[in-house]
């Protein structure tokens, strides 16, 4: 009998992609293996298989169509002797068991939201924007301090020829060739530790981890070779460089590949800490970074590469560290994130004024050097806090922010400061245990609530 | 060990042969001194003594020239003196004082020194490794020709962090060389009780990095297998092994138990094969020092390592202000 073949999920995160090219067409056979088509997610282009054998009776979705939502039938597979139209209206496929979709939204708010900054603008107020995905916004920092300083360069796992995993480092081997946009073994422990000689021996090197969870195996480096070395030689051997990398939860990847790093790197002396947020973060970040003089840990999440924002289109637009961001002013709570947590802190802010609070909401964007006197300030104005992260509870990022308050701003806590984090497990695999182990917004509103006491 | 290859009737000058005798002696002379100190609760926490192993970093250090950098694990004292370090700081920094090289928050383990291309003293074994690797990246990347030492020991070589950078260093033809300081024992554990394949310089052969062992008690050996392997390196064929079979009479650090040998073990090293006693002989019997000669080297030596000493202990305790200076750089 005729069946549908379906737009597929080409990773843990894709709702959609481009049909960018049908290799077969109306009346031809395929058999199991056979490539029907190429299709572009905003990671890559892949190339798509036939499961089952058949005639291809429709092709239903042209090629070069945009934005195909994962699961819509794209054709359909008769049978000898069938027609593509005794497959009536195209049924709701079967409940897929991939891709949480509504679990994983391209986290970045579709529309812009209203972003005020209390203390200083990151830019002159009038100036011109172009809206880009924060992976745009990283790969364009990396590029534009390349062509500033010529001892900047990229190095880690398929950051060259593939283009990036994750499609962060798009165009760069085109621009700058081989010798800057360097593809290593897979030998994490290895190249971190050639990039800090390299950092020692006069260059900025930019080392991208695939993800962060790899990074465990170049702890090390990072932190003893690294973090400690200008201590060490009493402030004479510096080292610049830029670990890099996606952070945290992507979506039903499991255990290993879905931690949030923030608060271990947070602890160490030594190091620089950014987690961005938005696309405008992203790049000011990645810049300032750049040209660091320290190590910095820059802390990316897969889930927020295709998320867009405006950012501002100067020639040189840098974001200082330590300066966290008030996204959204108010007087009732104050809710402190970075990265991803942000995504759920916004939201909350909004479900929160449709009941009447008026939530506060503060993006740390860098976690050491970290504005507390920003979350501080806050306090004073709404006496009360509620911390948002994605990592794990004990010796998280709030429950540091949390000591900070009770120290310095005791007094004006109207009640206990709540820290939101992820579930106290490794993440499992199974969609609706994974669901339960990440942080919600409807977590984020009712501690809200819990410390307004509505 | 290797049997040592007998320096063919040495085609070197009398001034080169008394400069590495010189270098040895004090490299010995200091260590020695340091040892003391530590006894008189001077010097704390750990401290790795080169006595025996003098030979290795006087050998290739007479191969380099200005600008060839090097690194090393934290045994790093000999490397110091032997590439220039004033023996003052260095002293100093073990004592943990304002005039260290790091102002006394490093210790024995921990020395850099840009002046000189000094990259440490890293404590954990084996880190040198891709940081040496790094370093000659850098090199190449800007062009210049110099080449990186990169120092460790029989134990570090089974680290997997070596096997690593063998790769990538051979891959990117970076210009380092890998210098195995083979003194028979990672710790308490010899060799023979570590490894079933103890000729750490073939290991290269898996990644196509040539290589070979030298006798290590023998410094004009050593010198001459460090130039061929700089001129490798130099002429852009990449990296370069080089095994030096040396043995280290103290313990692994101060407070060894010395259980994992026999005394007598030790003992006929010393008297059969000892580095610096081999170029005394060269000096006495090529008639190019007297025994006079040598006395007064040794006592001029005894003045450095002295002054070394007063200098580490009149040298102020760091300020307590240090405490919470040098964790970043500006910006």
Redesign the interface.
């Given at each position: 009998m005729a069946t549908q073949i379906l737009m597929p999920a080409l990773s843990p995160t894709m709702e959609e992609g481009t049909l960018a090219k049908w290799l077969v067409k109306e009346g031809d056979t395929v058999s199991s293996g056979d490539i029907l088509a190429e299709i572009e997610t905003d990671k890559a282009t892949m190339e798509f298989e036939a499961v089952d054998e058949g005639i291809v009776g429709k092709i239903i979705v042209a090629e070069g169509t945009e934005g195909v939502k994962v699961n819509d039938p794209i054709a359909v597979l008769v049978e000898e002797g069938e027609s593509a139209d005794d497959i009536a209206a195209p049924a709701p496929a079967a409940a897929p068991a991939e891709a949480p979709v509504a679990e994983a939204p391209a986290a970045a708010p579709a529309a812009p939201v209203e972003t005020v900054d209390a203390a200083a603008p990151d830019y002159p107020e009038g100036t011109a924007m172009k809206t880009q995905t924060v992976r745009e916004a990283l790969r364009d920092g990396m590029a534009e301090e390349m062509r500033r300083d010529d001892?900047v360069?990229l190095m880690g796992e398929e950051v060259a020829e593939y283009q990036g995993a994750y499609k962060v480092s798009q165009g760069l081997l085109d621009e700058f060739g081989a010798?800057r946009v360097i593809d290593?073994?897979i030998?994490e422990?290895?190249?971190?530790?050639?990039?800090?000689?390299?950092?020692?021996?006069?260059?900025r090197p930019i080392v991208e981890f695939m993800t962060f969870n790899f990074a465990m195996q170049a702890m090390?480096?990072i932190i003893?070779?690294a973090a400690k070395?200008?201590?060490?030689?009493?402030?004479?051997?510096?080292c610049?460089i830029v670990f890099r990398g996606p952070n945290g939860a992507a979506a039903r990847v499991g255990a290993q590949h879905s931690q949030d790093f923030a608060a271990w790197y947070m602890q160490v002396?030594?190091l620089?800490v950014v987690m961005p947020y938005s696309a405008a973060d992203a790049k000011g970040l990645m810049k300032?970074a750049i040209?660091?003089?320290?190590p910095v840990i820059f802390l990316e999440n897969e889930i927020l590469y295709g998320g867009s924002n405006d950012v501002p289109d100067l020639e040189d637009f840098t974001i200082p560290?330590g300066k966290a961001r008030i996204w959204r002013e108010g007087s009732d709570v104050t809710i402190v994130s970075f990265g991803i947590g942000m995504k759920y802190a916004l939201e909350a802010a909004d479900k929160l004024a449709e009941d009447g609070i008026s939530a506060e909401v503060i993006d740390l964007r860098t976690l050491r050097p970290m504005d507390t006197a920003s979350i501080i300030k806050s306090v004073q104005k709404t006496n009360r806090l509620v911390t948002v992260e994605e990592g794990w509870p004990q010796g998280s990022v709030g429950s540091y922010i949390s000591s900070v308050v009770m120290q310095e701003a005791f007094d004006y806590l109207d009640a206990p400061v709540m820290t939101l984090t992820g579930k106290d497990v490794p993440m499992p695999y199974a969609a609706n245990l994974e669901k339960l182990a990440l942080i919600t917004t409807e977590e984020v509103v009712e501690a809200a609530k819990q410390v307004t006491y509505r | 060990m290797a049997a040592r290859k007998t320096t063919k009737k040495p085609n070197i000058s009398k001034e080169e042969l008394l400069e590495y005798y010189r270098e040895m002696l004090l490299i010995r002379r200091f260590e020695e001194k340091a040892g003391q100190l530590y006894g008189m609760g001077l010097i704390g926490g750990f401290c790795h003594l080169y006595i025996g192993q003098e030979a290795v970093v006087v050998g290739l250090e007479a191969a380099t020239e200005e600008g060839d950098k090097r690194v090393t694990s934290y045994r790093d004292h000999g490397h110091m003196l032997a590439c220039g370090m004033d023996p003052k700081g260095v002293m100093a920094e073990l004592t943990g004082r304002e005039g260290g090289y790091s102002k006394g928050k490093g210790g024995s383990m921990h020395m850099f020194s840009r002046e000189k291309h000094f990259y440490g003293g890293h404590g954990i074994v084996a880190a040198q490794v891709p940081i040496g690797a790094g370093l000659a990246f850098a090199d190449k990347y800007l062009g210049n020709d110099r080449v990186t030492f990169t120092y460790f020991g029989d134990g570090a070589a089974n680290q997997g962090q070596v096997a690593e950078t063998y790769n990538m260093a051979q891959l990117w033809e970076l210009p380092v060389v890998f210098v195995i300081e083979n003194n028979q024992y990672a710790m308490g554990t010899s060799v023979q009780r570590a490894t079933k394949s103890p000729d750490f310089w073939e290991r290269g052969a898996a990644y196509g990095i040539a290589g070979e062992a030298v006798d290590g008690m023998d410094v004009l050996a050593v010198k001459a297998a460090g130039e061929k392997a700089i001129a490798h390196c130099r002429a852009g064929k990449g990296p370069y092994i080089l095994e030096v079979v040396t043995y280290r009479y103290r313990g692994h650090s101060m407070s060894d138990p010395a259980k994992y040998r026999t005394r007598e073990e030790v003992q006929k090293v010393r008297e059969e094969r000892d580095a610096i006693e081999h170029v005394r002989e060269l000096l006495l019997t090529g008639k190019h020092a007297s025994e006079d000669d040598l006395k007064e080297i040794d006592k001029e030596i005894k003045a450095i390592v002295n002054e070394a000493a007063e200098f580490s202990k009149e040298s102020p305790e760091p300020a307590l202000s240090e405490l919470y200076t040098d964790i970043y750089a500006d910006a």
């Open positions: 001892t360069f010798k290593t073994p030998t422990h290895g190249f971190a530790g050639v990039g800090v000689g390299a950092a020692f021996g006069g260059l090390d480096h003893n070779s070395t200008l201590y060490m030689s009493g402030g004479q051997m510096g610049p002396p030594g620089k300032t040209r660091d003089n320290n560290f | -």
